[in-house]
């Protein structure tokens, strides 16, 4: 009898002419109709989230260096569906394996986002589904659906939410209550979460065009203003191993990377543009100025414990020689590892995880305290006469031999993982070496500047030892 009448609540809960819940958690159902969504979603750190090696990794070992208390902590993030659907549960997350997973499972999926009901917590993935046959997305008056019923929701309205569905995963806090990564929580205290000024996380992470939204023989689906939303999500992370739309996701990284941050000198009060960010001065102080440009969130964010971005500078004669050098990290080392021993001067951009003992923190699990002292902060007010309206960050060195500098190069360079972490889950049997040498160095367009002894002080430096551009 049981039986009989959860079947018919079953029939009940599916609209006759509309998929099956089942089916709409597919996201090759979703394919039909959303070519282009979802080309761009395959390739993208979401479609790739159950996949990634590391995250595989890290579980694995986590799982066994807790003792099984780690249970569905990194998975709830990673394979949300797969801990909803009851398929990964705390008894048996140490086996997670992703090619045991239906695809309906496996990631950060269609459903999972678009069948959101509410917003329970601002960290550790406080969505809420529905579990229904509605289909939710931040176009009004949405067009009706063969496949599904449709919602406007303003949860997912890009010019108007606030960005709670993004932050809701993106801010991480352990049960300890440390705050390992604060994506949201940065964006609420910056300009861009402002009623007059707002950017939420999909007006840069997922750019609007205009465009249509679904496209099937059949349906009657109209362009719409702003409508069609990009599915790569692009920020620094990107796949490891072999994995479909890798060009186009590299190409994603780079172009939301390049205007973020750069080497700039402060912004004039009048005019738009602004030196360079080097400037030599009596007696030998070097200075090189770090800044964000329109972030709405520190640099690096997200696990930026695991990030590590830092400076590299380099002074020279007339003949090329070398007066002065700091940050040339040799492929496949860390930069901590030379600023704990050949380059103390070394500027680094990352949180300092530290484990109970005060010791350097490798994974998150371990983590007692995090010093964020060392991020750059995203901007948190449009007014110059503001204190907070200048946020950069400045490197100084004190260079003896500075008579003999006729040109300085600086640049940053930012890695999404320290090898030494990659190198200990190798170590530890949980991850394949091969992972290791396809992790890429990345640079910004605007993250690099040259000084010149000859027009040092000239154009928009003047009156300054900067230089011009």
Known sequence: MRLWIAGLLALAACSDDKYSVERLQDPNTCLDCHAQHYKEWSGSMHAYAADDPVFIAMNRRGQRETGGELGTFCINCHAPMAVLNGTITADNAADFDPNKLSPAERGITCYFCHN????????????????????????????????????????????????????????????????????FKEWKQGVFSKPDSKLTCSSCHMKPTDGVIADREGLSVVSRPLGFHEHTFPAIDQALTPWPEMEAQAKGIQEILDPSVGIIGPKPRTGTRSPGGICLDQPGILTVRIDSLNLGHSFPSGSAFDRRVWLEVTAYRADDSIVFQSGKVPAGTDPDELLATTDPRLFGLWDRATKSDGTPAHFFWEIAAVDSSKLLTGSVTFDQNDPAFDHSMTARYNVPSFTEIERIEAQLFIRPLPYKTLHSLVQSGDLDPAVIPRMKTLTSEFAKSTWLKSTAGTGLAAGTNCNPE
């Open 116 to 183: 959101v009901e509410k917003v329970t917590k601002d960290h550790n993935n406080g969505l809420v589904l529905a579990m229904d046959q509605t289909m939710r997305g931040g176009v009004k008056n949405p067009v009706d659906s063969p496949a599904h019923d449709s919602a406007y929701d303003p949860l997912m309205k890009g010019t108007v939410n606030n960005s709670e569905m993004c932050g809701s995963c993106h801010d991480i806090v352990l049960p300890n209550g440390v705050a390992i990564e604060r994506t």
